[in-house]
C-alpha cells in the first residue's frame, strides 16, 4: 500500500471481538495506520464514529496517538502475569492507558431522523482525538479488569501471527483469528502435507 493511501476495507480486521484489539491488528502483518486516510476507515470500520462522520480534520498527530495507545495495549495484553511481577515498562504502559482512558469523555451520539425518517447516530460534533483515544484506553481498561474476558483472550495458532482475540466460541475452542485467513492457510498446509505422504 501507497504512504497516503487509505486502507482498503479488506486490510482492515475488525474480528478480534474487542476495539481495542482489533488496534492491535492494525500492526499486522505491516503497519496498516501508515496514514491519516488509512487511520480515517478503521476509525469509521470500528465503529467508533456513526457511518459519514466527517473525520477531515484527522492528521498525523492523530496517528501517532493510535500508534502509542496500540503499543501500550499490545504490552498489557500480552502479558499474562503482571501481578506481582509487572516491569517498569508495563506500569508506564498501564499509567499511560489509564491516563488516555480518562483524559477526555467520548463522543457524544444524539439520535436524529434519518432520510428515511428511522432515527439515526450522529455525534453532537465532530469528535477529538482525545476523546476517541479515551473510547479505545476504556475499552482496554474494561477487557484488563474483567477476569472472564481476560481469560477468553487467545494468540491465534497461525502460522506467524501474532494477533489476538477474544475467544467467544463455544466450548472456548477457536484457534485462529481468523477462519478465512489463518484458519484457511492452515487448513490448505494440511492439506498438502496429507497429498506429500500420499505421493510418497
Do not use: K
Not at 81 to 91: H, K, P, W
Amino acid at each position: 500500500m501507497a504512504l497516503g493511501t487509505a486502507a482498503a476495507p479488506y486490510e482492515l480486521r475488525f474480528d478480534a471481538g474487542r476495539i481495542c484489539l482489533d488496534l492491535l491488528a492494525t500492526a499486522h502483518p505491516g503497519e496498516r495506520l501508515d496514514s491519516p486516510g488509512a487511520l480515517r476507515a478503521w476509525i469509521h470500520g470500528s465503529g467508533l464514529v456513526p457511518p459519514g462522520t466527517p473525520l477531515a480534520h484527522t492528521d498525523t498527530g492523530w496517528l501517532l496517538g493510535f500508534r502509542e495507545l496500540r503499543r501500550h495495549v499490545a504490552q498489557l495484553v500480552r502479558e499474562r502475569n503482571t501481578v506481582g511481577t509487572r516491569s517498569y515498562d508495563l506500569a508506564l504502559a498501564l499509567d499511560r492507558v489509564n491516563d488516555l482512558a480518562r483524559a477526555a469523555a467520548p463522543p457524544a451520539p444524539c439520535a436524529v431522523p434519518g432520510e428515511d425518517g428511522c432515527l439515526v447516530r450522529e455525534l453532537a460534533e465532530p469528535p477529538e482525538c482525545a476523546a476517541l483515544l479515551a473510547a479505545v484506553a476504556r475499552d482496554a481498561v474494561e477487557l484488563l479488569t474483567d477476569p472472564v474476558a481476560r481469560a477468553a483472550v487467545r494468540e491465534c495458532e497461525g502460522d506467524n501471527c501474532p494477533l489476538v482475540y477474544l475467544d467467544t466460541s463455544r466450548g472456548r475452542r477457536r484457534r485462529w483469528c481468523s477462519s478465512e485467513v489463518c484458519g484457511n492457510r492452515e487448513r490448505v498446509a494440511r492439506h498438502r502435507r496429507r497429498a506429500a505422504l500420499t505421493r510418497a
